[in-house]
């Protein structure tokens, strides 16, 4: 289970920090483009979400991997998990039920790496 939860971990941070990079590094007109949604929130805000996404995709590896304060591991599951429900809310108000899939994919497995690493397979 060790070896699957690590797995989940880089698939989860691989996915964060693309985002991240994306969100925090391209002007929000060509943003528009890919991600409808982000024509609703100010340039700033959108930033922000990207800085979060890649601050929890570094947190889901970095504190594991060195053994250095790894209950940020878990921690930075449950922050990812928080932003995914909260996309999800955004998307379900906004009747873009077509975006709430992905969002319940990743809120899943951020919950599995937290249930994991707080719990029985903790590091």
């Known amino acids: 289970m060790n070896i699957f939860l ?5 698939v989860l941070a691989v996915m964060f920090a693309m985002a991240g990079v994306m969100k925090t590094t391209q002007p929000k007109d060509k943003l528009v483009e ?18 979060v996404e890649f601050a929890g995709a570094l947190g ?4 594991a991997a060195t053994g250095i304060a790894t209950v940020l ?8 998990g928080i932003a995914m429900l909260l996309a999800a809310t955004y998307h379900a108000r906004k009747k873009e039920f077509p975006a709430i899939g992905l969002n319940a994919v990743l809120l899943i497995l951020a ?13």
């Open 73 to 80: 591991t878990p921690l930075a599951a449950v922050g990812l």
């Open 111 to 123: 919950v599995l790496v937290a249930w994991g690493r707080f719990g029985p397979y903790s590091l």
């Open 6 to 10: 690590w797995i989940v971990q880089a």
């Open 34 to 51: 890919k991600l409808p949604w982000v024509a609703d929130f100010s340039a700033g805000t959108v930033r922000f979400i990207g800085i």
């Open 60 to 63: 889901l590896i970095l504190p």
